[in-house]
C-alpha cells in the first residue's frame, strides 16, 4: 500500500516501513529510479518477508536494461524474488508497443517469471489511451495509474476495463502528490472503488496511522465531506500537477514537479527538510527559466506551468523570510 518516499531518511524510512507492517499493511512499492528508496525497504524488511508484496519498476526499454535493473532491484531488497515487476511510465504507443514486444524486454520478464524471480508482471502509466491499450493486450496483470478526486479520469472507463481484463488497479497519487491534505476524504473517495488498492507516499509513522484510522471507520462521505471535496476540486482542478514529468527534459535542467509541490511541502516539512536540500536548490534552479515555455506544449494536462513556479517559488520565498524572522536571521 506504501511506499516511503525518496525523501525520507534511512531512519525514517525503516521505521515508516515498520509501522506498515505493524498495522498489517503488506503492500509495498518502489522503483529502480526512487535513488535509496528498494535498499531501506529491503533494510526494513529484513526477515519478514513471507507476508509481504514487493512491487518494483523498471523505466529500461532494452532487453539489457530491463535485466539490468531486474538484478539490482534483488540486490538492494535483499530478496530472490519480487511480487511484482512493472514496467515503469509507459507514457506513448510507441513505449508500449516496445514493452509489449515478445522479443524484446518483455521476454526478460517471461523467461523472470517462469524462473520464479518475478511473480506477476505490471505496468505503470500516466496516459489514459495508452492505459487502455496496455490492458486490453492482456500482457499485464495490474496497472498503476493516478487515481484520486481530482484526476478521477480512470473511474470511467479504464476502472470497469481492468475489471473486465481481470488487471489489478494500483491507484498512484491517491494524495494527488501532496496537493490533498484532507486524507479522510481522499480515502473516503477511493474506497468507493472496490479492488483498487491505493499507494500512498509516506513521510512518516503518523501518516500512515492516520490512513489506517480512515480505512477502520465508516467510509461513507457525509454531507460536509462531499461539499469539501467539490470545494477542492474547484480550488485545485485546473492547477494540479500529476509529477509526471512529461514536461521534461527543461533546457535549463529546472526540476519543474518538484518545484510544483513545493506549496505543499510547507505544509508538511520542517524548516530544516524545507530550507536546505532539494526544495531549496530547485527553488535557486528555476530563476533560470528562460520562460521558452516547451514544457508547457509537453505537459498532457496542459499546466500554466511558467506561472504555477513562479507562484511555488514565491510562496517558497515569504515562507522562508517568515522562518528567517522567527528566528531572527
Ligand atoms: S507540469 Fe504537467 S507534465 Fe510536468 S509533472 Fe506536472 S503534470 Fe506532469
Ligand atoms: S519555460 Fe522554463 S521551466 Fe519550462 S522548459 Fe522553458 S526554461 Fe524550462
Redesign the pocket.
Known sequence: MVFPSSGSLTGEAVAVVQKCLNLDITFFDTANVYTTSEARIGKAIKGRRKRIVIATKSTSRSREGVEGHLNMSLERLGLDYIDLYQFHQVGDFKSLEIVLDLKGPMAVLEKAKKAGVIKHIGVTSHQIDVAKEAVKSDRFETLMFPFNFIACEAADELLPLCHKHDVGFIAMKPLAGGALDNVTIAFKYLFQFPDVLPIPGIEKPREIEEIVHVLQGSWEMSDAERSEMQRLRGELGNKF???????QPCTQEIP??TV?VIKSAIRRLPPERLFTGMFADAVEKTADCTECGD?EE????R?P?REMLHESVQCFQAAKQKYDKSVGT
Open positions: 500537477c500529476r509529477r509526471c514529468d512529461y514536461c519543474i514537479s510544483m514544457c509537453r505537459c498532457p494536462y499546466l506551468i
